[in-house]
């Protein structure tokens, strides 16, 4: 079952950092973000995720995250998700994630660092006004900005643009005891530095994925398992611990 030392590190931690990734919404029934040969759920990755793409044609990058929203609206949250917000209990616990489904925060998670933005809000392109948009499907597409009439988009990270909150999420990464990197291939940068980061200022490392990763050549204790199996795992070690 899980190890006496990972057990007594979870004992006495208080500063605690999940890095998560699409391994974790896979289990809620939500496509993994990038399919083989360049494609992404049948398009082209560079038509439908990239400013280039978004210029030529809006309206089929719309029509791409209207499909995407309507199938992220009917996903729940599952075990995994859950326990991550039942933890905010317990530790400092912050979640820095890649994905964009808003999944930790419908699961009660508040402190959610999102790397890659967040398919529910919308950003205009030409006053820069950021809104949360839940409405599934999109009654006009491409949707235009509330105040100014500018075409809007998704505020999310494409190919080539910056990721959000990298500072926010080093300190956090600096800070941690434990850092938990969960269904999260760490390849693509700068995400991938942050479990790195957090291992050379003496976190414990804890790699939770079916797969294995350039995380696991370094990680100090490793689940190869699914993320609903192992936190169900931990949280009740934690618990019975407590008891
Ligand atoms: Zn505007």
Same mark, same amino acid.
């Given at each position: 079952m899980m190890s006496d030392s990972l057990l007594n590190a979870l004992l006495h931690a208080k500063k605690v950092v999940t890095l998560t990734g699409a391994g974790i919404s896979a289990e809620s029934g939500i496509p993994t973000f990038r399919g083989a040969g360049g494609l992404w759920e049948g398009y082209p990755v560079e038509k439908v995720a990239t400013v280039e793409g978004f210029e030529k044609d809006p309206q089929l990058v719309w029509r791409f995250y209207n499909e995407r929203r309507v199938n992220i609206a009917k996903a729940a949250p599952n075990d995994a998700h859950i326990i991550l917000a039942k933890m905010e209990k317990i530790y400092d616990l912050w979640i820095i994630t @890649? &994905? =964009?489904? *808003?999944l930790h925060q419908k699961a009660g998670s508040r402190n959610v660092v999102e790397?890659? *933005? &967040? =398919?529910w809000r919308v950003r205009c392109t030409n006053c820069g006004r950021v809104e949360y948009n839940y409405e599934?499907?999109?009654?006009? =597409?491409p949707p235009r900005c509330k105040r100014c009439g500018g075409l809007l988009r998704p505020d999310v990270v494409w190919f080539g643009e910056p990721v959000y909150d990298i500072n926010k999420a080093y300190q956090l990464t600096e800070k941690c005891e434990i850092m938990f990197v969960i269904g999260?291939?760490? @390849?693509?940068?700068p995400a991938a530095y942050l479990p790195r980061a957090a291992w050379s200022h003496g976190a414990k490392i804890v790699e939770i994925n079916p797969q294995e990763t350039p995380v696991s050549s370094y990680a100090d204790f490793i689940f190869r398992e699914s993320a609903t199996s192992a936190m169900r795992k931990i949280y009740q070690a934690i618990q019975e611990a407590s008891q």
């Open positions: @890649q &994905n =964009i489904d *808003g790397l890659h *933005g &967040n =398919i599934v499907p999109l009654r006009e =597409i999260t291939s760490a @390849q693509v940068y």
